[in-house]
């Protein structure tokens, strides 16, 4: 499935490799799109393996708080 999450405090390009990186890297996960400009994570991913939940928490691990999903 794919869900756009919106990720708040990124400002410059290595905030954005943190991110994409975070997320990259969960099993399961199968492509990511991050947005400076657009302040969200598009994650393409088999939820057999991964939740919601888990990216969001992958995101907030790194260092950066996440909001709503759509
Ligand atoms: Mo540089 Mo992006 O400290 O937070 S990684 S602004």
Redesign the pocket.
Known sequence: MKITIDVH??????????VTKAISSLEGVESVEVSLEENNATVSFDPDKVTSDGIKQAVEDA?YETGGIG
């Open positions: 405090g990124m400002t410059c390009m290595h905030c954005h490799e943190r260092g």
